[in-house]
């Protein structure tokens, strides 16, 4: 299988993180290439859980930006943060993974659009749209056998 990229998880303020270090450990085409957060505290079970080397693990997103150079960043912080992060992430010229809500506001949200570049994607993560349930629902939808 193609190597789909080097991925590095950043902000582990929000508990989804843990899903999609999952999804990434899981899929073999994806190389967790770090974890990042200023409280080791909230990544050790990152660490123990998808057994992520101590050369992986950073305090400074600066310095796992630099060394790893990653294709895909999934960013975790507090939502009052998520343009921040974006602003700070965007100009290594990474995709970004943002957990969701997009933003708190309709000023950070236009923020975080406007950071990214034409070449880099910024993707929410809305893991309910993932679920079997729910796609089934939207194609019954979608083919008009139930509802409007």
Known sequence: ??????????DFEH???GDNLRMAHEH?????VGICDDSRERMEWGI?????PEERIYSD???????????IVILCPATGRHA??????????THIIMEKPFAS????????????????????N????WHPSHITAKRLIDEGTVGR
């Open 1 to 10: 299988m193609e190597n789909v990229g080097k991925l590095f998880g950043i």
């Open 15 to 17: 508990f989804h993180m």
């Open 28 to 32: 073999p085409a994806v190389d967790i």
């Open 48 to 52: 123990k859980n998808f057994s992520i």
């Open 61 to 71: 997103f600066k310095a796992c930006m630099e060394q790893t150079k990653p294709d």
């Open 84 to 93: 921040e992060a974006v602003e700070e992430i965007a100009p290594y010229g």
């Open 105 to 124: 506001s309709l000023a950070e949200a236009d923020r975080m659009i406007a950071a990214m570049s034409d070449n880099q994607h910024l993707a929410i």
């Open 126 to 129: 809305w893991p309910l749209a």
